[in-house]
């Protein structure tokens, strides 16, 4: 037991570590290859901080166990919004600005009905894998062309803000990108036999490991990035990314998973108690960035404090049924 146990914090703490460079080095070096700087701050920074979610379930898929796959990616959506969203609105209120995140946003809520779609018959074939795969690289050439087209948002200037302050060399950018992504791999390997053996000890299943224990390790990143940037103002930053990793997570996460292990039984829960929850705090979002005369939102303390109270009593209920 004190063996998986270690090997989970281990997993975690490598794992934070290993993102946080892979990040780094990804966006170094897309900046001197001369990547726009709006499209660095909408790929790399939102997407970048899901490679734990993919790098782990593509590992746990592999291994046999799909079920901790899916649960890690929608319980780090869960988190996502409900615990880090919040978290960062209580340290800092967030004031939504940006142009592309505002489009993001309906966006997600669109994926997310996508998600309850292919869940509705309790199973993801391979076909719906590559389905969501297709719809990944379908976002990533809107968010090409969003970035071309929106010039002088916001969130350019925030994300030029942030190369600027973590500048590093064209080498240096490599070094940390191959290495970063080793190790998040070698991290995540260690982090899912970690997860699987305390699941096994303590007679819990997959998914509820997934949706919790391995949900909250691998949106560590996605905490430190939001909250670093609300504590800078750089809200736009802070929301984006976590609307990018969310989307990630739908899209890329669990398509890559169900291609390698489709799954042909799905637990009801998944959809009707934490696919709900997870649509749930998305409309919550989604209400949260627009006010009812089309202003910027405004997520306050107390919204925040409403969303890791939902986080609470989300985990709470999933204490009492352990056994799904």
């Not at 080498?171 to 390997?189: D, E, Y």
């Not at 905490?223 to 809200?235: D, F, P, Q, T």
């Amino acid at each position: 037991m004190l063996v998986y146990l270690l090997a989970v914090l281990a997993g975690f703490v490598l794992l934070v570590w290993s993102a946080d460079k892979f990040v780094e080095g990804a966006a170094a070096t897309a900046r001197h290859l001369g990547v726009p700087t709006l499209l660095i701050g909408i790929l790399i920074i939102g997407f970048g901080t899901s490679a734990p979610e993919m790098v782990v379930s593509a590992i746990a898929a592999y291994e046999g166990n799909p079920s901790l796959a899916l649960g890690n990616a929608l319980g780090s959506n869960i988190v996502n919004i409900a615990l880090i969203l919040g978290v960062t609105a209580v340290i800092a209120s967030i004031s939504v600005h940006s142009k592309i995140v505002k489009k993001e946003i309906p966006l997600l809520l669109l994926i997310m009905l996508v998600c309850g779609y292919v869940l509705l018959d309790y199973r993801l074939t391979l076909t719906e894998g590559i389905l969501l795969l297709i719809g990944f690289f379908a976002l990533i050439i809107w968010s090409v062309f969003a970035a071309v087209k929106s010039k002088g948002d916001l969130l350019e200037d925030e994300m030029q803000a942030e190369l600027k302050a973590h500048a590093m060399t064209l080498k240096a950018g490599i070094v940390w990108l191959v290495f970063g992504l080793i190790l998040l791999i070698l991290s995540s390997r260690v982090l899912v036999w970690g997860a699987v053996g305390t699941a096994r000890e303590f007679g819990v299943s997959d998914l509820i490991i997934g949706l919790t224990i391995v949900a909250l390790g691998t949106s560590l990143p996605e905490l430190a990035a939001s909250v670093i940037a609300a504590k800078k103002g750089e809200h736009d930053i802070a929301i984006g990314n976590i609307v990018g990793s969310n989307m990630f997570n739908i899209l890329a996460v669990v398509g890559i998973s169900t291609i390698i292990s489709p799954m042909d039984t799905i637990a009801s829960e998944v959809l009707y108690r934490d696919w709900t929850v997870m649509f749930v705090l998305t409309v919550a979002l989604l209400a949260m960035a627009y006010r009812a005369n089309g202003e910027n939102g405004n997520i306050t303390r107390s919204k925040g404090m409403g969303l890791i109270f939902c986080y609470i009593a989300y985990n709470i209920y999933l204490g009492m049924n352990l056994e799904v």
